[in-house]
């Protein structure tokens, strides 16, 4: 993805990024620059393993397009508010966003859980959950772990960051969305 926008807009994927997603969005402490996040005072550090050992922060300007955007919890909210939020004034915009959230195909099995079965959109994994449909995407990186979960119709959405290795986010975010849907 980042080869063929720096091919069709002639612009780095870090310049398009800022310029049509971050700038627009006002997410001010988003960025793919490590160098950024290292010289602020104000930035997680990273734990690995049972002993949460200090590791070097994670890097990898080359996959940058497909993971490395360094984030907060405030800058998540306006990613997450974004998506839920339509406007009339914006019909196009308000389409794009409803086609990236439409299964377009369905996960493998393995994916599926022993309830649900999960389907893919443009960027977000899409399933029922308790009677509602939760939009998702995650990430992660040995002692690094995101996941966004989105529920449209209720306009919630709930950010899980965690600066260490472990598969708890999921839960985490199950139990906030169970909360604030009194489930």
Not at 23 to 42: A, E, F, K, V
Not at 109 to 137: M, V
């Amino acid at each position: 993805m980042g080869d063929l926008i720096e091919k069709v807009t002639g612009e780095s994927w870090e310049t398009f990024l800022q310029n049509q997603f971050l700038t627009p969005l006002q997410m001010t402490r988003t960025t793919t620059d490590t160098n950024i996040i290292l010289t602020d005072n104000n930035y997680a550090k990273y734990y690995l393993g049972t002993d949460k050992v200090e590791t070097p922060y994670p890097t990898n300007s080359l996959a940058a397009p497909i993971g490395f955007l360094y984030s907060t919890a405030t800058d998540l909210a306006k990613y997450m508010s974004f998506h839920l939020n339509y406007s009339s004034s914006e019909q196009l915009e308000n389409t794009l966003k409803k086609q990236m959230q439409n299964p377009v195909c369905r996960v493998s099995e393995e994916w599926d859980n022993e309830t649900n079965t999960c389907f893919y959109g443009l960027g977000w994994f899409i399933e029922d959950y308790k009677g509602k449909t939760i939009i998702e995407h995650g990430g992660g990186q040995m002692a690094v772990r995101a996941l966004i979960s989105l529920i449209p119709e209720e306009n919630i959405g709930v950010a899980v960051l965690l600066n260490f290795d472990s598969t708890v986010h999921r839960y985490i975010s199950s139990k906030i969305i169970d909360i604030l849907l009194d489930l």
